[in-house]
């Protein structure tokens, strides 16, 4: 199962993509039920901070494709800017720029490919362990 939609870099991009994850969420189901709200509440964490990075550090558009294979989510998102994503160190009294760190805590790292005009991140989630 598969679900993508683009945007045009504005700040209204995020709120629209957690609600393609919480509609994406609705229809994969669990065992014939929805997902738990847990599971759809890390999602569409994991989906914001990605794309308010796309919307933050480029003047273009962007997108988010969300594939389900078994029980793993894929979430990619892409935009027009090649600059690379930065992990920064912990550091809890530094305010903003978590967002890398929150994703690799809860995504246990993410990849990065270049496109032809920019780049695109792919994360993984396992959605049982989003339940727990």
């Known amino acids: 199962m598969r679900s993508s939609e683009s945007y045009l870099g504005e700040p209204g991009a995020v709120a629209a993509a957690r609600h393609l994850a919480a509609r994406f969420l609705s229809r994969v189901g ?19 901070e990605l794309v308010t990075n796309a919307v933050r550090h480029t003047d273009g558009p ?29 550091d809890p009294t530094r305010v903003g720029r978590h967002g890398m760190e929150i994703i690799t805590a809860l995504c246990g ?15 993984r989630l396992l959605l049982a362990d989003a339940a727990v």
């Open 30 to 48: 669990m065992g014939g039920a929805a997902a738990a709200e847990q599971t759809v509440q890390i999602v569409q964490l994991v989906v914001s």
């Open 109 to 123: 790292g993410f990849q990065v490919a270049r496109r032809e005009a920019g780049k695109q991140i792919t994360v």
């Open 62 to 90: 962007c997108g988010v494709d969300l594939e389900l294979t078994g029980q793993t989510v894929a979430i990619t998102v892409w935009d027009t800017s090649p600059q690379l994503p930065v992990v920064t160190e912990h």
